[in-house]
């Protein structure tokens, strides 16, 4: 029963896990130059201490052609919660992301890596968030002084 199991997960590990996101009201060549802008400079320091990570090596393969961006990605991170020991921590990302043509268009990012589910979807959702803050439109300073709080 546990040999079954283990070979269960050990299937979901090594399967390709994909995510899609779609991008309303942008069109096809803002979101491919925010989905590079993204791939080659992520975003990881700017996330709760528990999500925060260093880039030790950020390999990017851009293919313009066909809109393709090929990501091998290693992280590391000394993770320190309150009353337990520092927890240092490496992390592989190899993964593929497409432009899929349509309206809206649609990201699509595919996991290369062996890793959980679960945290490659935590960093598929990572790189869609880093990619709509870049595609949000500009704070008016008039709106931007009516949304900041003073101490």
Request: proline share 8%; charged share 25%.
């Amino acid at each position: 029963m546990m040999h079954r199991l283990f070979i269960c997960l050990l299937g979901l590990a090594f399967a390709g896990c994909s995510a899609h996101h779609p991008f309303p009201g942008h069109d096809e060549e803002q979101v491919w130059n925010a989905m590079k802008a993204v791939a080659q400079s992520p975003d990881y320091k700017t996330a709760h201490y528990t999500k925060r990570w260093f880039i030790v090596n950020n390999f990017v393969e851009i293919d313009e052609e066909n809109h393709v961006i090929e990501i091998d990605r290693e992280l590391e991170r000394i993770l320190q919660r309150p009353q337990t020991n520092p927890l240092y921590e490496k992390a592989n990302w190899i993964f593929t992301v497409r432009l899929l043509e349509g309206d809206p268009p649609v990201v699509e990012i595919e996991n290369r890596s062996m890793s959980l589910p679960t945290k490659f979807d935590f960093e598929a959702q990572r790189y869609f968030a880093d990619m709509q803050i870049l595609l949000s439109p500009p704070m008016s300073p008039a709106v931007r002084d009516t949304t900041e709080t003073t101490p």
